[in-house]
């Protein structure tokens, strides 16, 4: 199973935070770090140290949607909030289905993650499924 994250902050938040939320996502539905296929956020997180660091540190490539892009999926938990600094209700729901290619937020195996590290800072994170496109037709024929 191969998975997205979407991962959203405030500004500052740490790579210890965001790590403790990422590793509670994934502990949810029993994923591990080997499961994780792509990671993404809002442009407006491009220069995010924690995130950044944290990307770096697990070897991950992070790709960053614009507002509008991020605005443009329909999520389970859009927040008016996120809208009013961002521009987008939904920066980790959006992220995480945009990067699996995901057809709709039935994809989404953990919903909008909220973490408060012990720094006060707040992190959210999503994760969807990737899409999975069948082969066809087969190459091998069955024996007889």
């Not at 892009?69 to 945009?98: D, M």
């Not at 953990?110 to 973490?115: D, G």
Request: proline residues 6%; contains cysteine; hydrophobic residues 50%.
């Amino acid at each position: 199973m191969k998975l997205s994250l979407g991962i959203g902050c405030d500004r500052g938040t740490p790579r210890a935070t965001l790590a403790q939320a990422v590793d509670l996502a994934l502990a949810q539905i029993g994923a591990t770090l080997a499961d994780v296929a792509a990671v993404a956020s809002i442009t407006l997180k491009a220069d995010e140290p924690g995130l950044l660091a944290l990307a770096a540190e697990r070897g991950w490539a992070v790709h960053f949607y614009e507002p509008g892009e991020l605005a443009a999926v329909a999520v389970p938990n859009p927040s008016e909030t996120v809208r009013r600094h961002t521009g987008t209700p939904s920066v980790s729901e959006a992220a995480a289905l945009l990067a699996a290619g995901a057809a709709d937020a039935s994809a989404l195996r953990v919903e909008k993650l909220r973490h408060r590290g012990a720094d006060g800072r707040n992190a959210t994170v999503s994760i969807a499924q990737m899409a999975v496109q069948p082969i066809f037709p087969s190459p091998l024929k069955e024996l007889t």
